[in-house]
């Protein structure tokens, strides 16, 4: 990363010594950046040139900016001087252009305890009260892929794709069919579309100064309320008691009640599919990625697919929870 480039281009001052390389981002490349004007967090974006990229990042753009302006805890989002899109510039690197976004440092520990359950609930039910777009029903706008695509992309799988990956994938197969037969069949009429987080999990929350701050924007835009906060509760608290906890906190911060049932976990499935499916996808090089992050999606592609497995054996259970 090119620090003096990044620094002029978001008008963050004069680098104080070189950029430090912050582990655990499974999608982009993530620096540390002290200036003479503070710290700051640099994301070079692993992004795609095609026209759907850009829609999803100018959305994911204004849900952070109006999250920030509503007082959600969070970074706050640093704009370049010459946005080539909201929050993002693009710079030159070894003669190609490459994205990159700013925000503030924040300089936490990860969330311990169970006092974060009840910040959880307050701070979804103040996404969902975010403007909405005008699509509906949005969440739903790309596709899921049937098991028979599946089998077509393994079987078309270039060398040197490893066997051993091709296996473990083709050994998830009936929980991919199974998955797609309950998202299917669940209806999403009567569902809250909302403009929010949708990555609200315990690796993006940190704990500043007492404070749960929640970072990792990139992926905001189009959900169900009802999803989210039923995938949310699950991913803080995968117990009856947490769950509940996180709803009760909703609730009484203004969300709508959540019924018991199959579709208020939907999104849950909806996701690891979508997930899984995208990361086989740049495992097989059918994305523009380098060879380390290629490696790495058939690593997250597995991991993706066992945690469906265990959410469809599940579901019968958790489909009581929702209060």
Known sequence: ????????AFALGTPLGDPQPVAGGGSHLVWRLTTTRGTWAVKRLNRSREPWWMRDHVESAHVQEAAFR???SMPRPVPPLDPAAPLLADL????EPVSFLVHEWCPGTPWAGEDVLDWLGGTLATLHALPSGPESPRPLRYPLDPVSEWRVWLDEAPAPTSADFLAAVRAHLPDVARAKEVVDRTPTSGLTPVSTHR???PDNVLVVAGQPVLVDWDGAGADFAEWEVTRTALAFAPDRDGFRRVLRGYHAAGGRPVEPGETAFDGLLRGRLASAAWLLWRALGHRPVSAPERERAHVHAVEQLR???TSLDRLADWSDWPR
Do not use: E
């Open 70 to 72: 509503a007082g959600v």
């Open 92 to 95: 030159v690197v070894d003669g």
């Open 199 to 201: 990555d609200v999990k």
């Open 1 to 8: 990363m090119n620090a003096d480039a990044v620094a002029a």
């Open 307 to 309: 945690d469906l497995r």
